[in-house]
């Protein structure tokens, strides 16, 4: 199988927004997935996972400003940041099907 792809970071001012994504190589339908990151010097943490059934759950620092969402019939999963901080910059990875993405670096200006 081949590793997940994620796309859609880039450098953005603090309060703006990005939309990631995430291509997944198989059929995403049954699978629970989730995006997390990694700033440098930290260990990776958890940012948001997505049950098959579209449960959803977050971080406590990215709660009400982060939407992550799926779509089965393109096998993508989405991860949508708002009113983004300094803090969140990281690369940030999806997991799918026990296979982590390559990253997509996330910078955001203050």
């Known amino acids: 199988q081949v590793r997940p792809v994620e796309s859609g970071g880039g450098l953005v001012q603090a309060g703006g927004s990005l939309r990631l994504s995430c291509a997944a190589s198989?059929?995403?339908?049954?699978?629970?997935m989730g995006w997390y990151r990694q700033a440098p010097g930290k260990q990776r943490e958890v940012v948001a996972t997505i049950t098959s059934g579209g449960s959803t759950n977050y971080a406590d620092s990215v709660k009400g400003r982060f939407t992550i969402s799926r779509d089965n019939a393109k096998n993508t999963l989405y991860l949508q940041m708002n009113s983004l901080k300094f803090e969140d910059t990281a690369v940030y990875y999806c997991y799918v099907n026990l296979r982590w993405g390559q990253g997509t670096q996330v910078t955001v200006s203050s």
């Open positions: 198989t059929n995403i339908f049954s699978l629970n």
